[in-house]
């Protein structure tokens, strides 16, 4: 009889991921097995990402990629065997034993190095967005699925008690039909210079060429303009505001109402310079609706300065404005989503003087997923909610590209039907060496 091994172990885990929960639970061997996990990225986000899945027993770091030398002292403390690399690819190449690695990187490179880790068979904790680009993110899903590997990306909120109860109580019924969702943020991850015309020496022990990655060669520009805080700015780099923040507060929208990808969507505001993504952005979709709205449902974003009307915030009543959150608006009620604040969401209506919210726990997102790669649960947030998740976020910022024009988008094909210059920032191309089989 062949012995099983820990990480024969682990991948018959991983396999089995799409069997039934019950049958999964008995189909693997040693499941107190240690999970062999890699970093990509060693602080910041990765920092807290790395933090937060240490925290499980049954889980050690054995291996950090981390493009700046100057970041990774606090790993080298607590983790002084863990084998640091500046190369991701020469990472994913050495490491041999390795189950689960996490992408915590700028937008730009999440597709690059988690098709490459996925390629290999391995099990994907992926920061949101879940990638930079549309096709990216359709991808991922499709490879993610292909492979059999357990998935989840960092909206940690998704896992959160007050996001579970927009869940529930939408689709138990309660506001009745959702016909109307706004939806905002008061960030303002954008830019409206143009770039600095200059050039500046690339700080000791930071690989700038690693950093950029997919994107094409550039000079590097100091003062944080790209590294290490602003590149959530820049349209080569990051996915401005929409991107960031709106995987977050869209995703127990995008849960609670059922929706796949919006029949239209619509930018009001100034788009992007040729650098930069907006400042203030305003953006409309259309759904075609289902069994928990009504024939159709309108969403519409806002962040920066931009804020729902008068005649929305009236809905609210006496409650204030959260610096981020929804107000969504039922055919019996509505219901104010608050992100920043209080513990519950709101329901608006007398009816609901003396409603009593229905029991929901918190779950703890990442223990969740080392648990799913041990073969003990089932993540959240697979790449198969969270890919459509972030296609329909990623197709808010490609609108905002085309300010006052109607897109008319087609899930299937992957495109816009009928603005063929918009297609051109579906997929993009990746510099040379860069390259990355199945993207």
């Keep these: 009889m062949k012995q099983f091994t820990r ?52 889980l050690k770091l054995v291996a950090v990629a981390e493009v700046d030398d100057n970041k990774v002292g606090d790993i080298k403390k607590k983790f002084p065997d863990c084998v640091i690399y500046k190369d991701y690819r020469q990472l ?133 303009y790209y590294h290490p805080g602003n590149w959530r700015k820049r349209l080569d780099f990051g996915t401005g505001t929409f991107g960031d923040m709106g995987c977050h507060i869209l995703d127990p929208v995008f849960n609670a109402i059922g929706v796949g990808n919006p029949s239209s969507i619509r930018s009001e505001l100034p788009g992007p310079n040729d650098y930069n993504w907006s400042l203030d952005v305003q953006v409309k979709y259309v759904f075609p609706g289902s069994k928990f709205t009504t024939d159709t449902v309108a969403l519409t974003w806002y962040n920066g300065t931009a804020r729902p009307p008068k005649e929305v915030v009236e809905h609210i009543g006496k409650h204030k404005l959260d610096g981020q959150g929804s107000i969504l608006i039922g055919t019996e009620g509505v219901m104010y989503s608050q992100y920043d604040s209080g513990n519950t969401p709101i329901l608006i209506g007398d009816k609901f003087t003396d409603f009593k919210m229905p029991e929901v726990a918190s779950d703890n997102h990442y223990l969740q997923y080392v648990e799913a790669v041990r073969g003990n649960t089932k993540t959240s947030a697979p790449f198969s909610y969270s890919g459509p998740l972030t296609e329909m976020v990623l197709l808010g910022c490609l609108a905002t590209r085309f300010p006052k024009t109607d897109l008319k988008w087609d899930t299937k094909g992957l495109k816009v039907t009928n603005n063929d210059k918009a297609n051109a920032f579906v997929k993009k191309e990746y510099r040379k060496g860069f390259e990355v089989e199945g993207l």
């Excluded at 885990?13 to 693997?28: Q, Y």
């Design 7 to 58: 990480r024969g172990a682990l991948k018959t885990a991983a396999a089995t991921f799409a069997a039934p929960f019950v049958w999964r639970l008995h189909a693997h061997a040693a499941p107190s097995d240690t999970v062999l996990h890699a970093s990509f990225g060693a602080s910041g986000m990765a920092g807290s990402d790395i933090g937060s899945l240490t925290a499980s027993k049954n």
């Design 92 to 224: 994913l190449d050495k490491e041999k034993t390795l189950d689960s690695v996490n992408v915590s990187t700028p937008d730009h490179m999440h597709a690059p190095i988690g098709m490459r880790a996925l390629n290999r068979g391995l099990n994907v904790y992926g920061q949101k967005p879940l990638t930079q680009t549309i096709h990216e993110a359709r991808r991922l899903t499709e490879v993610a699925a292909e492979k059999k590997v357990v998935t989840q990306m960092g909206i940690q909120i998704h896992s959160a008690r007050k996001h579970k109860l927009v869940v529930k109580l939408i689709q138990e019924g309660v506001i009745g039909k959702v016909k109307e969702v706004h939806s905002w943020s008061g960030k303002s991850w954008g830019d409206t210079a143009a770039k600095p015309d200059k050039k500046d020496p690339v700080p000791a022990g930071f690989d700038w060429d690693l950093w950029l990655g997919v994107a094409s060669e550039r000079p590097f520009i100091g003062g944080t």
